[in-house]
């Protein structure tokens, strides 16, 4: 209780300087001081979701000549979110990045304490814009949240590694909220249409949650189980979770498929193995934060993102590269003949075309989307 009266009490310091800093700096509500982020649980350093928005932050500061700087909240809390907003706009930010489900409750509880502050919240869906998880609220007209369809990424991994091979597959999600859910339910429409393409009626999908964005000992022991029992690939999506699916690869000489940005690099080196990774269900959440600040800043359309919820996927049927959802067009795949880089354009253009469509719909399970495989879902590890 001391601990949490002493971060309000510096909150409502940090609000009280910042009424007078922000209507100063913003007497010209089209000048940009200074660009702000604002980590969730992990760092600017941890070679996935807060990185990558960093380097959009990084990128498009560097070549605008515009001041920008990063915070790491103290604790994973709102609280401690909400006063690294309050710092960065006491500090002179303007413009606030927030990276992550995590700051749904952060935007609905900054965005009317600072109104002249452009809050960009990068993956924040409707469904976590809530303070008591009953009720929710629209971001106001100083906060623009970008989602992606992520069940079109986990489609093309999915797909991706049926037509490589693979037929004993695996999802390990983090916690069933729903841009997980919508990786992993993509991902069994993915390894179903593959399947249903090569006439194979033996494909086999384990689904489980972890409960948890990071891997331990026990979700290592489920993941151990299935490859084991013959699972050839998992899909690890959530955070670190990663590293428990990766653990139980490498004892069993198996692979994994990479979430968020393309993780073989990050894997191969979290293992001390190269070429583990089939490949990865990416986000663009790099050229997501740095096209925002372009088109919010430098072409003055704010009035096209206040206030909305914009969700980011197909954007080109021609070049696969520049879609906000992909799978790695380099050596982060691992390319055959039995699947091209050729193959996964002409996939991607029926996706663009509309020949191809992916349902988002979380209230489902996952066997509802199984036609000719079997899913069995193992529900959670905890929680």
């Known amino acids: ?34 660009v702000a982020l604002v980590t969730d649980v992990g760092t600017i350093d941890d070679e996935s979701f807060n990185q990558a928005c960093w380097q959009g932050v990084e990128a498009w500061c560097k070549a605008n000549n515009i001041e920008y700087t990063y915070y790491q909240p103290t604790e994973d809390s709102t609280d401690a979110r909400v006063l690294s907003v309050a710092q960065a706009v006491n500090e002179g930010a303007n413009v606030v990045v927030m990276p992550g489900y995590l700051f749904g409750a952060t935007v609905l509880t900054v965005q009317d304490e600072f109104p002249d502050v452009y809050f960009i919240a990068v993956d ?22 970008m989602t ?71 979700i290592t022991a489920v993941m151990d189980t299935w490859y084991a029992g013959g699972t050839e690939v998992v899909f690890a999506c959530g955070g670190g979770i990663y590293t428990s699916a990766v653990d139980a690869a490498k004892k069993a000489n198996a692979k994994v498929i990479g979430v968020d940005v393309d993780q073989a690099g990050v894997i191969a080196g979290y293992a001390g193995v190269e070429g583990m990774t089939v490949t990865s269900a990416m986000k663009g959440l790099y050229p997501t934060t740095y096209d925002t600040l372009t088109d919010v800043i430098v072409n003055g359309n704010w009035d096209a993102y206040k206030g909305k919820i914009a969700t980011l996927g197909l954007v080109s049927g021609d070049d696969p590269e520049l879609n906000y959802v992909q799978i790695p067009m380099g050596e982060g795949t691992q390319w055959s003949d ?24 979380v209230s489902k399970a996952p066997s509802d989307f199984a036609t000719v495989i079997a899913v069995e879902d193992q529900g959670a590890i905890k929680g």
């Open 1 to 34: 209780m001391k601990k949490f009266l002493s971060m309000m009490m510096a909150l409502a310091m940090l609000v009280a300087c910042c009424t007078c800093a922000v209507g100063s700096a913003r007497a010209d509500a089209g000048v940009i001081t200074k």
């Open 124 to 145: 924040v869906a409707a469904g976590d814009l809530t303070l008591d998880n009953s009720t929710f609220y629209d971001p106001s007209a100083n906060v623009a949240c």
């Open 148 to 218: 992606f369809s992520e069940e079109q990424a986990g489609f093309l991994a999915g797909y991706a590694a049926v037509k490589e091979g693979y037929t004993k597959l695996g999802f390990l999600g983090g916690m069933a909220v729903p841009a997980v859910q919508r990786y992993g339910y993509g991902f069994v429409q993915g390894v179903d249409a593959a399947a249903a393409e090569l006439g194979l009626t033996d494909v086999k999908l384990n689904y489980i949650y972890g409960g948890q964005f990071f891997g331990d000992a026990d």
């Open 338 to 361: 039995s699947f091209t880089q050729d193959d996964y354009k002409a996939m991607v253009k029926d996706m663009f075309d509309g020949k191809i469509t992916v349902s988002n719909d």
